[in-house]
């Protein structure tokens, strides 16, 4: 069953991509370049998986950094006050989001269309508010490292290095994750609930725990890149940990690049991330950055609805073998 | 016609990720470049960067505009002397480079990687505020640069075991416990304290320790709660202190929700007999609040009528370096058109600290400064600078607060006044409060 | 005891404000099932409106909301021509998706224009002491106008042609056509009272409270949760959802921290989602 995935030149074009540019700071040695992909193989993670719910499930995921807050803080939690090594934190993490997923998605995903949205508004904020009030992990105050856990992976320097490489892979994993949901059995009972739900399950699809799968599926990697990035930055707050605007960005980046393809959200994510880079450091343009963004969502959305690579698909029907 | 639009907009797409894959070549935000022409043609001039974030927008870009205004006076100042001379003949200048952080700990923590990385900062000044402090140090810590903190009190910062990051501001535990003596001083009936701060890093470091130490002098803190960062309703809390029936209210948090309190305290004419709260009564602007400041107490890291100067020093069998406080007071004056508050002279402090740790290392080599300000135990005009370097390295551990409270003057003019403590003062305290 | 009466008072006098503001989500709601996105954005622009009257031209805010709200009239009507109008027909997510880039573009430019440091409408109106409980002119004023301003609106909804022909359209459009209604102008104006309504609670935010570009958010999300309480569609519903936000708000830092107020909001918004969705009054 694996050998189909080797001769699929798909998969092998979105690896390769993510795979790139993850390495190419590898390569370099640079810092600077490190820290610019470090973000975007962030977003390209949070885009990849929100996929899985937004675009495959066509579910409107709004508080999909809920996911990333809470698996932060349980990683940042183990390592920091508890003394974990980093890779363990991650997997714990994992598993602890997803298991929040499963029990939250069977209750949520019982609603359709604006109240579901409205209701990943509510979790978010609810979850956020609960952080703030909960003095046992820092509170509004947040959560701080001690430098010397550094030292653990080498001194900072190598622990920076480190942590980048554990992301280049999340990313891959992530990535590939969204490639055999959708070109699974599985996938095409999502896009068929994504079609018509009623349908789907006169067709025999069991649309809620297909949905609560995704929902979960889609909740372990971002809880990953959530530990390495506060690993990272040293502390964590709640306002960092779960900042709406994140999800919303997230959901801007799979409609630039392909609402509902795999290589979608990583265009998608390495676009908007470069372009939002550019506007914020650029005097002219900072304080648009915000506005452009804007602009760009509402031309996308009334013109080129299915984005750059569903335009593509569209367009050219052969390079859809190619193009995921 | 539907492809004619689908086409320009896919065009006007491509242009933008275009324009955006092209490397951008970032322009930081023109502050002051201090590169002196040097009098003597032979003699090495060697430029420090000195880099820094400046919220100048946001919710601290009151303070942090004060901040940066003092540290720019004193880069001047350097320039005018024709910068640092070594003694070897290097001269040493400095070249300010900063950003605007926006008030937020995302841009901080990218902006000081950029600092470091691409503007090739050797030196550090950190933000405004013990959040984005706690941010920034992280970064400077995580690629070895020395960074003098100022307008950042939280003693947190300081157990984190970084070994480059050094402390101007007294820590937040001993914010308000001056507050407390002083209550007690002016009334020894008054037993119950309402302490509620702002949730930031800072606000809960002071508020904990204010309580601790009310306990410990017997007092009864009727109610500690802290408020969410951003509150600008403060009318059930409000209702909620009354309840309690207070002697007095400490905390606070900083200029925005402060002064927000302080109005909205005054309006709903609380009955309270003091009112001490962090930050906001020190910077000028409180005095916008008209009536409503009156006799609202404030912590200060510094004022310009406190009795630092060299003769001080001398009895306290102290150095002394750097301007007087009449010097500084004139100078900022002269620059801004106001007098200076205490983070003003905070980020003055900062670079005179720095420029002295270079004149006593005698070099440029960053393990010579760190080495130098490990040694510092110095009076300057902020008063005494000396850090620890034991566990909580780089904390703060010679300096100390001031009260003052703003009262109104024979004309009527509100002016800031010390009211504690009794060797500081110069003028009577207001006690209680008439609301 | 006092402190719950101060309590209840300051609650429902803020609450009426809080409801004015989720009439104009749930409005829109109502007549053409978008929920709006950029209703926080829409009401710091009012509280800027507002702002800008009174420190520029020197208009008291009270009169100055007026010019507001025909600016909030013109500037929905647009907004629909732009974001709603060519979505009408598509999936949910569009509307979503494009009510939330107008409210980028309003965020973005408002913080390039006037940055994110915090503003105040300076304005005192003195205070009143009833008894045990002083109340603010300030919020009294607001309080009355929010009434007026329902009170307007029910008017025009129950007693004029066009507020007739509003509600048909939300009954049933195709239906409204074909009795002669020209339902795309009458959508376009729906958008517009809908904005209008988050402008002017906007402006009369703004004399209470210091705000900036920025905070819209927070007001967005308790119309959220206002207009899921009261019944998405359903103009009254908002106004009691309004009300018993604030009595919420007013409530509970009495008997628990202050902190905990936004967790109980929150979650009683997902409870409501889950049990009944179509709120106290009903969906309509």
New interface residues.
Partial sequence: MMMRYVREPALWLSLLLVIGLGIWPLVTKSATLREDMFLILMFVTLASSLNIVLGYTGYVNFGHIVFFGMGGYIGFYLIAIKGWRLIPAALVAALGVAIFAIVLGSIILRLRGAYFALATIGVNEAVRSLVVNWDAIGGAVGLEMNFGRYKDYGGPMNALWYTYTLLVIVAAASVMLSYFVRTSKFGLGLLAIREDEDASLVLGINAPRAKTIAYALSSIFPAMVGVLFFFKNGNIEPGDAFRLHMSVEGIVMIMLGGYGTVLGPVVGAGAYERLRGFLLTSPLFKNLQLAFAGILLLLIIIFVPSGLVGWLRNRFPKVRRILA | MKHLRIILSVLFILALLVTACSKATPTPMPTKAAAQPTKAPEAKTKTLVLGFTASNTGKYAKESKEQTQGLKLWAEAVKKKGGIKLSDGTIVTFELKSYDDESTKERVQQLYTKLITEDKADLLVSPYSSGLTAAAAVIAEQYGKIMVTTGAASDSIYKQGYQRVYQIYTPASRYLTGAVDALKAWDPNAKKLAVVYEKTKFATGVATAAKEYAEKNGFEIVLFEGYEKGTTDFGPFINKIEAAKPDAIIGGGHFQDGSTFAKQLYEKKTPVKMIAILVAPAVPEFAELGDAAVGVIGPSQWESLAKYSPESAKAAGLAWCGPTIDEFVSAYKAAYGYEPGYHAAGGYAAGLVLERAIKMADSVDPDAIKAALDKMDVMIFFGHIKFDTGEAHGLQIGHDMVYLQWQKDKSGNLVREIVWPEAAKTAEPLYPLQR | M??LI??VV??LL?GFVYGLAAMGLTLI?GVMDV?NLSHGALIALGMFGAYLLYTGLGINPYIGLFFVLIGGILLGMALYG??IH??LH?????T???T??????????G??LF????RNIDI?MG?LTLGPV?I?GTRVIAALMAILMAVGLYIFMYRTHTGKSVRAVANNRDAAELVGIPSTRILALSFGLGTMLAMVSGGLIAT?????IL?G??YE?KS??IC?LGGLGNPTGALLGGLILGLI??F???FM????T??IE??L??II??VR?SGILGAR
């Fill in positions: 006092d402190v101060a309590s300051d609650g803020i709601f929920v732009i974001a060519p979505l598509g999936p949910h997510l569009s979503l998706l494009s939330f880039a107008i409210s980028m573009i309003i965020v973005g430019v913080t390039a940055t994110s440091t915090p005192s205070a002083r603010l209470l409270f210091p705000f900036s905070s958010g927070t999300l959220f949760v899921v708000e007013g509970i830092p009495v921290p202050v902190g905990w936004p967790v929150f979650t918004f997902v989602l889950l969705p």
